[in-house]
């Protein structure tokens, strides 16, 4: 994209476009509607599709999709619900995994997130000594002066793209330093992480997609032997190879659970940075706020988490014929827990679809999950973006957004590929 072309327009988008996504979203019959289709999240215009959901059919089975056909769970409560019923809603990777997409059984691989107790406790154990609190404040100081270096490197007076710049090279060297990766071509990880979660719609594209991830298998598989040759590190390759836990996982579940850590360490940072920017743009009020009490930050972060959902949903197996919600699902039927659709239900949320910094309760969200599958890097990641904004304050009396967001053509990932940006001197 050359941001030197790109329309100065407003980046939240027409109000003529917003009713149009409103009018097709309630004359669509019921039972034709499909959240799942990625053109809604490209094109930011989901939420009236959600909110009929939530208002009319919160547990709502979609026939014919990309993906098959499926169950949408749309309220926070049904959620929480799902969440935490590993005795009929399976995670289990043999049975399909986490997201909506049913990956073909050669290209499953097991990871932690995707399987179901008590396997999934003893993995997971492994890489929590990472993300105590005692371990975070190790990390503070060199989080800080990364991001000091990154934003005092950015240009003044001129149009920059936000996600490459400052999201992705934040992220990326984030992990870098969690996997004691080697640093010059740590852009990899991002590289994989994008490959992991992107859409594919034919073969031959899929069988590209898998050959990447082989690769990068290979690599990490290098890395791995040079850590079980040395004594245990204080990063999550080393961690995993000295673990009785994870030591002798088979390359398709170290693969598995490298894909995991990776998207999981990239994309919610990432795209919760990106989307920062965009909803103080979008709510000037609010920037304002923020910016005459920067102590505010506490609770804008997880309000912007929230906001973002840069995960949209996690997806969950029957195991058994179960009525919920007041509809019959059947054992083998997929059931997806819309994160982004939870997070704007106003039964639980007040205001959801309002941008609050100072919110009474911002931590009240889906968006790390909940229950056992809670994402294990969470403080991590509000610590990043902590860190970040209170140097952004420091520096920057504005952050101008110049142009629409390329968003992800995905329904999985929230997220943005480019948004253009200026920072007036």
């Not at 909110?51 to 926070?76: I, K, M, Q, T």
């Not at 420091?394 to 200026?422: A, M, N, Q």
Request: aromatic share 8%; with cysteine.
């Amino acid at each position: 994209m050359d941001l030197a072309q790109v329309d100065l327009v407003p980046s939240a988008g027409s109000a003529a476009t917003l009713q149009a996504a409103r009018d097709k979203a309630y004359a669509t019959p019921l039972a034709d509607i499909n959240v799942g289709d990625p053109e809604l999240f490209r094109t930011n215009t989901l939420w009236p599709y959600f909110e009929r959901l939530r208002r009319e059919a919160p547990v709502h089975y979609c026939r014919d999709s990309l993906y098959g056909p499926f169950w949408s769970v749309s309220r926070y409560d049904d959620i929480m619900k799902v969440e935490t019923s590993h005795a009929v809603f399976s995670s289990d990777v043999s049975l399909g995994g986490i997201t909506i997409t049913d990956p073909p059984p050669q290209f499953r691989r097991p990871m932690f997130i995707a399987m179901d107790p008590p396997l999934h406790g003893a993995q997971r154990k492994t890489v929590a000594p990472m993300f105590t609190p005692t371990h975070m404040d190790e990390l503070a100081a060199s989080i800080r002066q990364r991001t000091e270096e990154c934003l005092d490197s950015l240009p003044r007076d001129e149009t920059f793209d936000w996600v490459d710049r400052v999201s992705i090279e934040l992220t990326t060297q984030m992990l870098a330093v969690l996997f004691d990766f080697p640093w010059e071509e740590r852009r990899k990880l991002t590289h994989w992480s994008d490959v992991a979660t992107m859409f594919v719609g034919d073969r031959e594209s899929e069988e590209r997609r898998q050959a990447e991830l082989e690769e990068c298998g290979a690599y990490f598989a290098r890395l791995w032997n040079e850590r079980l040759g040395n004594p245990p590190g204080n990063d999550l390759l080393s961690m995993m190879a000295h673990s009785q836990a994870t030591r002798d996982m088979d390359p398709r579940t170290l693969l598995g659970n490298l894909i995991l850590l990776i998207v999981g360490g990239n994309d919610t940072t990432r795209n919760t940075m990106t989307g920062s920017v965009l909803a103080l743009h979008e709510n000037p009020g609010e920037d304002r706020k923020l910016r005459d009490n920067p102590r505010l930050i506490d609770s804008f972060v997880p309000e912007v988490i929230r906001w973002q959902t840069p995960l949209a949903h996690m997806r969950r197996t029957a195991l058994e014929d179960v009525e919920f919600g007041g509809q019959l699902i059947r054992k083998g039927d997929k059931v997806v827990m819309w994160y982004v659709s939870g997070n704007r239900d106003g039964d639980v949320i007040e205001n959801p679809d309002s941008f609050i910094v100072d919110r009474a309760r911002p931590r009240q969200h889906l968006s790390f999950g909940f229950g056992i599958h809670r994402c294990v890097g969470l403080r991590l990641a509000e610590l990043q973006l902590k860190i970040v904004w209170e140097e952004i304050l420091k520096r920057f009396d504005r952050i101008e957004v110049v142009g629409e967001p390329r968003r992800v053509y995905s329904c999985f990932i929230k997220g943005y590929e480019t948004l253009p940006v200026r920072i007036p001197s």
